[in-house]
Each structure stands twice: as C-alpha cells, then as structure tokens.
C-alpha cells in the first residue's frame, strides 16, 4: 500500500511571461505516465464529484475533476484575486506574531468521490498554472465505504484511510504522478495539500472493480460499458481521440467525444478490442455514429472470444451505418465471452458501442471472487 513518485519535475517554475501559457509547462515525459491508459476512476462523466475540502477561499474545489485542461487567463481577477482554474485555499498562517508559520502538520484538504469504485494504479496532481502559489507536498489516502457517505461520515474517525501517496513534495506548473501499489478496491479519497496552495486537475487511474451484487440485481446490462468493468484493451487508431470514449455513460454531445481514427490510404480496416465486465452473455448491440457525419465508419462487424487464447467468433456481420445514428441490433443466437473486437470499414469513427446481456454463472463467480480479493 505504497506509491512511488515517478521522475517528474520538481521545485519552483518560471514566473508566466507572456504568450503561450502551456511552453513551459512541465509534463511526464516521453511517453507520458505508464498508467495513463487506464480509467480514470475520477472523471465527472462516471459520476465523481469533490464532495467538501476544508477551504476554498480562491478558486472551487470542483474545478479538480474538469475533464479539459486547466485554463489560464491572466487578466482575470476577481473580489478575492486572481482567478484559478484549479482548487486554491488561502495561505496559511501560524499561531501567534512570534510562531509566524504554519506548523509542520497543518494542511488543507478535499474528499473525492470516485466515480467508478476500483483499484488505483497511479494519480496524477497537476499543478499547472500554479507557480508562487502551489503547495510544498501533497499526499493522498483511498478508503471503501458503502453506499454515499456524507462528508461527516467519511471525517466520523470510523472510516479507515490508506495512505496512497504518502506526503511527497511536488513541483509548481508540472504533472505530478505517482504510481499506487495497493491492491484494494476504493470509493474514496481525500487529497491533502501541505500546507496551502493550488492544484489545477486531480487523475486518478486505475481498474474499475464493480459490485457483483449490483450487477446481478440489474440483471441485464451494459457489459462493454466503463462503470460495469469494461475497458479498452487496445485499438488500431487514436489519431483524433481516444477509443475508451466509446463505452463512456450517456450518448456524445460534440464530435471528439467518440472515436474517430485518421483516412486510410491503405487496403486495411480499423478496429477496438474490449475487455467485458466478466464471462458474459451478449444478446443486443448498439452501434452510435452520434455527431460523426462525414467522417462516420462505412460497415461495422462484432466479434466475441473466450479468453486471450479463445479464438474470435463472428456474432454481428459487416453491417452498413449511417452518419448520426444510433443502430441496435439484437443477436439471432446470444454469444458469450470475455472479449469484444469491433471492426470497422475502412476507417472514420463511432461515438458508443453498448453490448447488453448478463454475467454469466461463470462470470458471477469470478467476479464475486475477485470482489473479495479486493477487500469489497
């Protein structure tokens, strides 16, 4: 139950000095974060939320789960000062003329709703923007309460908190990221800033772990979806977005909320491979092109495997999309399997894919056993 702070930039960053506010900006890298692909447990879109943070004086704590990159203008003040697209408390201070600063244990802190419960494999704190005002260190802690817990409940001193990211110091104007070692199942955090300042944007990514329980009640689902336990495992394409967008919640709303990939100049086809929630029975299929109009995929085929090793079966012939539309098919034969691969023709793109069906006796089991595992 251990994190690792990965090479990053630490220490003070430039004064901004005009033009483009991202050139100094101090990133992961060379191919960025190695736990960047996964699910960000933390995205407004699965449902999280920053619940409470003890202040917030200059800029809201909800600014944290912004799904875009932090913004900077450097006209903007308001009554209080400068504007922050970021969460920012006020500087501390210490307890008397003689004792000026802040003790060595006074922090501010914000507790995180995990969108989807799961196991966290790394977190990011971006301190972008931030460079007088960032904090000195930051740690993170992860506990799994049931149910939704107030923020009295979750501070009651009855939840029990794992330390995640033990108190590390962190760089102004950087991405921060540490990768987690715990292998438990989370539905909360509380990020904690020492003692004061700024962070623009908190990640947190990881493996969605859901609650068998809830799943079987619902009996029939979205198997393929990201809050049941789906994910990408992999794609032929992200030129122009990412192929995870297509089994995120609700239907898109603007054309790079889907997937599309570049023109093929070749003979070939595109393609995504999913991993379903568990061993699951697949009985209907939507395909969406929402707000993908000149640039939707032409056909479109599903097939379903068993296992890394099963071989992959066919359940939905090349079929014909059309722009802007949402198309459902249900299966002559339900199919069952671990895998999805989507294939498309030749090229162009799709907003969602949703496989519906049920675990499996099969899927039920290994769930439920690996919800155990994980302390759920």
């Known amino acids: 139950m251990s994190a690792s702070s990965l090479p990053s930039f630490t220490g003070d960053a430039a004064p901004y000095g005009g033009g483009d506010p991202y050139a100094d900006y101090r990133g992961p890298g060379p191919g960025g974060f190695p736990f960047a692909h996964l699910t960000d447990l933390a995205d407004r879109r699965l449902g ?33 000062g400068k504007v922050m697209d970021g969460w920012e408390t006020r500087r501390r201070r210490g307890a008397s003329a003689a004792e000026p600063h802040p003790a060595a244990e006074d922090h501010d802190w914000a507790l995180v709703r995990l969108g989807a419960p799961g196991v966290v494999r790394g977190i990011v704190v971006d301190t972008a923007h931030f460079r007088g005002n960032y904090p000195q260190a930051v740690s993170v802690e992860g506990a799994t309460v049931a149910g939704s817990p107030s923020p009295g409940e979750l501070l009651s001193g009855e939840v029990k908190w794992t330390t995640l990211v033990p108190r590390t110091a962190v760089g102004g104007h950087a991405a921060n990221g540490f990768a987690v070692r715990s292998e438990q199942r989370y539905t909360h955090l509380r990020v904690n800033q020492h003692p004061d300042g700024g962070i623009a944007r908190l990640r947190v990514y990881g ?34 977005s990412p192929a995870a967008h297509t089994i995120q919640p609700g239907r898109s709303r603007k054309m790079d909320d889907g997937w599309e ?10 393609w995504i491979r999913y991993h379903l929630a568990a061993h699951c029975e697949v009985r209907a299929v939507e395909i969406d092109t929402a707000c993908l109009k000149g640039n939707s995929a032409g056909w479109a085929a599903l097939s ?35 895998d999805a691969r989507l294939d498309i023709y030749p090229d162009g793109g799709i907003s969602r894919l949703r496989l519906f069906g049920s675990l499996t006796e099969r899927g039920t089991a290994e769930l439920a056993a690996r919800h155990r595992e994980l302390g759920g």
């Open 48 to 80: 999280a939320g920053v619940i409470a943070a003890n202040d917030e004086f200059f800029a809201e704590r909800e600014n944290l789960l912004r799904p875009e990159a932090a913004h900077f203008d450097p006209e903007h003040f308001g009554h209080k």
């Open 207 to 240: 493996e969605v772990a859901p609650d068998p329980q809830w799943l079987a009640a619902l009996g029939t689902f979205d198997v393929a979806a990201l809050e049941n336990g789906g994910r990408v495992d992999d794609a032929s394409d992200r030129f122009y």
């Open 261 to 270: 990939t570049r023109r093929r100049r070749d003979r070939g086809n595109d």
């Open 304 to 338: 379903l495997r068993d296992g890394e090793d099963g071989e992959w079966r066919e359940v939905l012939p090349r079929t014909r999309l059309q722009p802007d539309t949402n198309h459902r098919f249900v299966l002559d034969t339900p199919a069952a399997g671990t």
